[in-house]
């Protein structure tokens, strides 16, 4: 079946001797297709734009902040719209002091921006790259793995 009947289209062809780029064979012989929804492209990293040290390091203080589950619901009640500390507890059901705990660790790690109103704070994703991530992660969460599922 065209690929573009599906509404994807492949991120890579088939490779001459059926090895994947990730040396995966599939069992026709011929190489696995990643998928690619259409208008989207795959963010590949290649050795000449890998990250630094560094950046490698703030990644995964990011991914190990976002492994409490507490503060990744914060993190997602912050998501779509500004919202204050008040209404971020009562979201995730936790105290507001707890709230403002994780938010001052979020805010530290880039990952939220404050901003006053009155006597209130009110928290959002810090930009697009933050709400995307987190939007994709939850899509992926929410996939039905049905058939491709290896469990």
Same mark, same amino acid.
Request: with cysteine; net charge negative.
């Given at each position: 079946?065209?690929?573009?009947?599906?509404?994807?289209?492949?991120?890579?062809?088939?490779?001459? %001797?059926?090895?994947?780029?990730?040396?995966?064979?599939?069992?026709?012989?011929?190489?696995?297709?990643?998928?690619?929804?259409?208008?989207?492209?795959?963010?590949?990293?290649?050795?000449?734009?890998?990250?630094?040290?560094?950046?490698?390091?703030?990644?995964?203080?990011?991914?190990?902040?976002?492994?409490? *589950?507490?503060?990744?619901?914060?993190?997602?009640?912050?998501?779509?719209?500004?919202?204050?500390?008040?209404?971020?507890?009562?979201?995730?059901?936790?105290? *507001?002091?707890?709230?403002?705990?994780?938010?001052?660790?979020?805010?530290?790690?880039?990952?939220?921006?404050?901003?006053?109103?009155?006597?209130?704070?009110?928290?959002?994703?810090?930009?697009?790259?933050?709400?995307?991530?987190?939007? %994709?992660?939850?899509?992926?969460?929410?996939?039905?793995?049905?058939?491709?599922? %290896?469990?």
């Amino acid at each position: 079946m065209d690929d573009s009947l599906l509404g994807f289209s492949p991120a890579w062809h088939d490779a001459p %001797d059926g090895a994947t780029p990730d040396g995966l064979v599939h069992p026709s012989g011929a190489a696995r297709r990643s998928a690619v929804p259409l208008g989207q492209q795959a963010h590949r990293v290649s050795p000449l734009n890998s990250p630094s040290d560094a950046q490698i390091s703030v990644i995964a203080e990011t991914y190990r902040l976002l492994g409490d *589950p507490t503060r990744l619901r914060v993190l997602l009640a912050c998501l779509a719209a500004p919202i204050a500390v008040g209404d971020i507890a009562k979201t995730v059901n936790a105290s *507001p002091s707890l709230v403002s705990h994780h938010l001052r660790l979020l805010r530290a790690a880039r990952l939220v921006r404050g901003t006053r109103r009155n006597k209130q704070v009110f928290y959002e994703t810090a930009d697009q790259h933050i709400a995307r991530m987190l939007a %994709d992660m939850v899509e992926h969460a929410m996939e039905d793995y049905g058939e491709d599922s %290896d469990s």
